[in-house]
């Protein structure tokens, strides 16, 4: 079975040790690194070997917290799932991370089985979002001007975007469209330049802006 390997970085003791005895009882997930703030995380980056498919970042820690930590991945250019770990989330905030790149959210007194639940569909598919984070996209959309791509997208880019939004992995976008996996993430990287998308969460989210998808609320449960 393929395990899940997880970062946790979270300044609260108590929390990061409730949160990995909790994650650590599920076959697939594996809590392989952990650290206390923005900096550390960084410093593991640098580490030889330093390997982790999901970051559980909290936003409020001392040195360097979650929103200045994204915004260092984001100038080295590290290509990592982060879900975001917060008490307290509003629509502006919300936004903001959706633009610097973040695949999914998680409140801090979240019940435990949706916890699972978003770290297997961040994994997985490399993002999640709930249906308030849904509708929240959507009324952005019909208030806000969207950002404009530099190139036009070809109608294949189209397609693997659609497939992308309907939580298709690379393998099974491949089978679909019968080209090889390594042919869709040419795609995926020219997806994310032309768009300007940090990742795959961001390509679902220009693809809702743009009326690429039509958004089923209950889709992403």
Same mark, same amino acid.
């Given at each position: 079975?393929?395990?899940?390997?997880?970062?946790?970085?979270?300044?609260? =003791?108590?929390?990061?040790?409730?949160?990995?005895?909790?994650?650590?009882?599920? $076959?697939?997930?594996?809590?392989?690194?952990?650290?206390?703030?923005?900096?550390?995380?960084?410093?593991?980056?640098?580490?030889?070997?330093?390997?982790? $498919?999901?970051?559980?970042?909290? @936003?409020?820690?001392p040195v360097?917290?979650?929103? $200045?930590?994204?915004?260092? @991945?984001?100038?080295?250019?590290? !290509?990592?799932?982060?879900?975001?770990?917060? #008490?307290?989330?509003? !629509?502006?905030?919300?936004?903001?991370?959706? !633009?610097?790149?973040?695949?999914?959210? @998680?409140?801090?007194?979240?019940?435990?089985?949706?916890?699972?639940?978003?770290?297997?569909?961040?994994?997985?598919?490399?993002?999640?979002?709930? $249906?308030?984070?849904?509708?929240?996209? =959507?009324?952005?959309?019909?208030?806000?001007?969207?950002?404009?791509?530099?190139?036009? @997208?070809?109608?294949?880019?189209?397609?693997?975007?659609?497939?992308?939004?309907?939580?298709?992995?690379?393998?099974?976008?491949?089978?679909?469209?019968?080209? #090889?996996?390594?042919?869709?993430?040419g795609h =995926?990287?020219?997806i994310l330049?032309?768009?300007?998308?940090?990742?795959?969460?961001?390509?679902?989210?220009?693809?809702?802006?743009?009326?690429?998808?039509?958004?089923?609320?209950?889709?992403?449960?």
């Amino acid at each position: 079975m393929i395990k899940h390997k997880i970062t946790i970085v979270d300044d609260e =003791r108590l929390f990061k040790a409730g949160i990995k005895l909790l994650l650590e009882q599920e $076959d697939d997930i594996q809590v392989t690194h952990e650290a206390s703030n923005g900096q550390e995380l960084l410093d593991l980056l640098e580490t030889p070997n330093f390997e982790t $498919d999901l970051i559980l970042l909290d @936003l409020s820690m001392p040195v360097l917290d979650g929103i $200045d930590t994204l915004t260092e @991945l984001n100038k080295n250019e590290h !290509d990592l799932k982060i879900i975001v770990l917060s #008490s307290h989330y509003n !629509d502006s905030l919300i936004l903001k991370l959706l !633009d610097e790149g973040v695949s999914g959210f @998680l409140a801090k007194n979240e019940n435990p089985e949706v916890v699972i639940h978003t770290i297997r569909k961040v994994a997985e598919n490399g993002f999640y979002i709930n $249906d308030d984070i849904l509708k929240l996209i =959507r009324n952005r959309r019909l208030i806000a001007k969207t950002k404009e791509s530099n190139e036009t @997208l070809t109608s294949r880019e189209a397609e693997v975007i659609t497939l992308m939004c309907n939580e298709l992995t690379t393998k099974e976008i491949a089978q679909q469209l019968y080209i #090889s996996p390594r042919t869709v993430e040419g795609h =995926r990287n020219r997806i994310l330049e032309k768009t300007g998308c940090k990742n795959i969460a961001g390509v679902v989210i220009y693809a809702i802006e743009h009326n690429m998808y039509e958004v089923n609320i209950t889709k992403f449960r």
